[in-house]
């Protein structure tokens, strides 16, 4: 059972923005922000496209945008494309638990 | 570009011990990062197994810990998983991935491991 928590589903237009929010602990999040997320389509690997909470892998579209509030951390996906619809996974680190994945949220480009 | 990719039996027997291989190219397993697996059975999230540094060190999820052992190959650039006393519920799609910046930055295609019930 995971940690984290996360909406099993949020949805928007194209070229609409959407956050994801990811909820954990003063023990994860809250202390150190060390927060990835991972995009991923259906049959695919995931694919890193935030990590520290806010920093972007090169290669990365500028459209992904991280940040943190509190014990919640977000992902922020401005100008929705068609190509942006997939499951998406936050992922904290903290030095006692290393890696724990959140439950995923599905992301629908209606 | 570093390369990942997972190789192993798709069925595995119910009590069996699980094994899987993940060879590293483009990048030496000995550059200083960790190396990891994580597993998705079908239709759900991500699990993350265990990890492995150059040297051997070794950190596991402590809900896995007592069935899983990640070993390293230097010498033949890869680094492999052993989960014993599986079963149904060891079901999924196992990944091996680099480990880096408290992240998991280059992942292998996945390989769907089957245990029957």
């Known amino acids: 059972q995971s940690a984290l928590t996360q909406p099993a589903s949020v949805s928007g237009s194209p070229g609409q923005s959407i956050t994801i929010s990811c909820t954990g602990t003063s023990s994860d999040v809250g202390t150190y922000n060390l927060v990835s997320w991972y995009q991923q389509h259906p049959g695919k690997a995931p694919k890193l496209v935030i990590y520290e909470g806010s920093k972007r892998p090169s290669g990365v579209s500028h459209r992904f945008s991280g940040s943190r509030s509190g014990n919640t951390a977000s992902l922020t996906i401005s100008g929705l494309q068609a190509e942006d619809e997939a499951d998406y996974y936050c992922c904290s680190y903290a030095y006692s638990t290393f890696y724990v994945f959140a439950t995923g949220t599905k992301v629908t480009v209606l | 570009q570093v390369q990942l990719q997972e190789s192993g039996p798709g069925l595995v027997k119910t009590s069996g011990t699980l094994s899987l291989t993940c060879a590293v190219s483009?990048?030496?397993?000995?550059?200083?990062?960790?190396w990891s697996w994580v597993r998705q059975p079908p239709g759900k999230g991500l699990e993350w197994i265990g990890e492995?540094?150059?040297?051997?060190?070794?950190n596991y999820n402590p809900s896995l810990k007592s069935r899983v052992t990640i070993s390293v190959d230097k010498s033949r650039n890869r680094f492999s998983l052993n989960l014993s006393s599986v079963t149904a519920a060891d079901t999924a799609v196992y990944y091996c991935?680099?480990?880096?910046?408290?992240?998991?930055?280059?992942w292998g295609q996945g390989t769907l491991v089957t245990v029957p019930s």
């Open positions: 991935a680099r480990s880096g910046d408290y992240c998991l930055e280059y």
């Open positions: 492995i540094s150059h040297s051997g060190s070794t």
């Open positions: 483009g990048g030496s397993i000995s550059s200083g990062y960790w």
